[in-house]
Nanobody, 128 residues
Framework: QVQVVESGGGLVQAGDSLRLSCTASGRTFTTAAMGWFRQAPGKEREFVAAITWSGVGTVYADSVKGRFTIPGDSDKNAIYLQMNNLSPDDTAVYYC?????????????????????WGQGTQVTVSS
């Protein structure tokens, strides 16, 4: 059974930093890429960042580019989301996702349909 587990959410103030962690585990599950999505109250789930273990590399949403980074470890099927200079607009439930699918173009990693395993989510709240 494949499990995707996130951790590291919490309550911080605007301008603070926070680091989320995620691992994907399973006996026959080999990830090609992993990513982060988020969903704020009353809004649709949106792409944040992704990392592929070959080819594309890292992909970021425009809203987080320059503030967030997504380091990862392919041997451990683990990724992180380093979030700097947080703002109240970043408040959301953050979901980690993993996929066995390998694409040549980064647009595929920006859509939730690409991912076939999801975590339960971790809450990030940024106060002003």
């Amino acid at each position: 059974q494949v499990q995707v587990v996130e951790s590291g959410g919490g309550l911080v103030q605007a301008g603070d930093s926070l680091r989320l962690s995620c691992t994907a585990s399973g006996r026959t599950f080999t990830t090609a890429a992993m990513g982060w999505f988020r969903q704020a109250p009353g809004k649709e789930r949106e792409f944040v960042a992704a990392i592929t273990w070959s080819g594309v590399g890292t992909v970021y949403a425009d809203s987080v580019k320059g503030r967030f980074t997504i380091p990862g470890d392919s041997d451990k099927n683990a990724i992180y989301l380093q979030m700097n200079n947080l703002s109240p607009d970043d408040t959301a439930v953050y979901y980690c996702a993993a996929t066995t699918l390998n694409y040549r173009f980064d647009n595929y990693y920006r859509t939730s349909r690409t991912y076939n395993r999801w975590g339960q989510g971790t809450q990030v709240t940024v106060s002003s």
